[in-house]
């Protein structure tokens, strides 16, 4: 069975992509590690048009809500792991469950945290290692923990582990902290941050559980007792399953103003594109584009 | 009756997902916050060799994530 388009994630451009392939009558299968995406992620929302404030959570619930009102098919908890063109011009995904055949398909895969890259990570991760200061900060509480980066991301992950964590140690490989002046003022004035600029994390240590990491600093390898090893180190593209079309330095599909790919038949919205400005709004807006884009393709094969 | 405990921290957002699933569903659960309690804390640990939340445990099985359709298999019926 050919579908006529199949949709690679359930963030906000894939499900705004779902509503609008839905209320153009296109058949269409979604497909989503997740519903919600980076999103879901979000604590507070304030420049998603029409909310003043809302959380990325109950963000996700009116997308959801607004998505099931149209009934759309939606395999969750399913990964797409392999994309490719077949002789037929139609494109074939393999996920971690099943396989498809479709006309046309959209990626909005989105984004995932970057990974350390050292020893002991892979092994420690949700084993001490963790990527969500959000979900899994109060775990530790009570312990010392480290958190790897020196922006936004990682200064809100001090400032949130301050009030839990017993020490925060803010390992940055930069010469300063980045982020904004306000966030930068508040740890560096909390009392329970030690910062070390200029120091990199080279190993985390731990037979079951991580025990202490090792960071370069001062010249010196230096042993740090922590439980907790929060990585804020920015994200990647989940671009990994595809490969016949043109991506940017950075791994992103790169598109064009319709969201077009340079392969025929595959669209992309987003985050995984190298549309210049990652927002919730610009991603729900680069969905419904794909889709009106993708409604064309689909039209010119009949 | 299925007997459903959910380990869980007040600021995840698939802990959240996870427990207003299964109240959707009519389905009773025990919700264990882990930051309240550390003994609870250990115990989601060494029930689930990871320190991950949300760990939702069904009649003995581990199931770590909101991973509704293992949930919804576990508990017969489709997600």
């Known amino acids: 069975m050919i579908s006529d388009l199949v949709i690679v994630g359930a963030g906000p451009a894939g499900i705004t992509a779902g509503i609008y392939a839905a209320r153009k009558k ?3 299968l979604m497909i989503s590690r997740d519903l919600g995406g980076q999103t879901l992620l979000s604590a507070d929302v304030e420049n998603y048009t029409g909310y003043q404030f809302i959380t990325g959570a109950d963000l996700v619930l009116k997308f959801e809500e607004h998505l099931k009102q149209f009934g759309v098919s939606l395999k969750e908890n399913e990964s797409v792991r392999n994309i490719r063109q077949l002789p037929s011009r139609t494109i074939f995904l393999e996920t971690d469950k099943a396989s498809y055949e479709t006309r046309c398909v959209i990626i909005a895969s989105g984004r995932r945290p970057r990974w350390l890259g050292v020893p002991g990570e892979e092994a420690l991760r949700n084993k001490g290692v963790t990527y969500c200061a959000t979900c899994d900060g109060p775990v530790f509480s009570g312990k010392a923990v480290a958190v790897i980066g020196g922006g936004n991301s990682a200064l809100d992950a001090a400032l949130s582990m301050v009030k839990i964590a017993s020490k925060v140690y803010l390992v940055n490989i930069n010469p300063a902290l980045a982020g904004d002046s306000v966030m930068r003022e508040k740890v560096e004035n909390s009392g329970k941050v030690e910062i070390l600029n200029n120091a990199v994390i080279e190993e985390v240590l731990g037979e079951k559980f991580v025990r202490a990491i090792k960071v370069r600093y001062a010249g010196a390898l230096k042993e740090l007792v922590v439980q907790g090893v929060f990585v804020e180190i920015g994200s990647v593209p989940n671009a990994d399953m595809i490969d016949f079309v043109a991506k940017n330095k950075s791994g992103e599909i790169m598109v064009d103003q319709l969201n077009r790919t340079s392969a025929e038949g595959v669209f992309a919205a987003g985050d995984v594109t190298d549309v210049p400005e990652k927002q919730i709004i610009v991603a729900a807006g680069e969905g419904a584009k794909a889709v009106l884009g993708a409604f064309r393709y689909l039209a010119r094969l009949r | 009756m299925a007997d459903i405990k959910i380990f869980s921290t007040a600021t995840c957002p ?43 445990v069904i009649d003995g099985d581990v199931i770590i994530g909101f991973d509704k359709t293992r949930i919804a298999a576990k508990l017969g019926f489709t997600p």
Not at chain 2, 32 to 41: K, L, S, T
Not at chain 2, 49 to 55: E, K, L, S
């Open chain 2, 14 to 56: 698939y802990c959240v997902r996870a427990k207003k699933y299964l109240t959707e569903k009519n389905i009773s659960f025990v919700d264990i916050d882990v930051a309240a309690d550390p003994m609870a804390a250990e115990e989601m640990i060494s029930l689930s060799g990871q320190m991950g939340v949300p760990v939702i």
């Open chain 1, 26 to 28: 296109i058949d269409v």
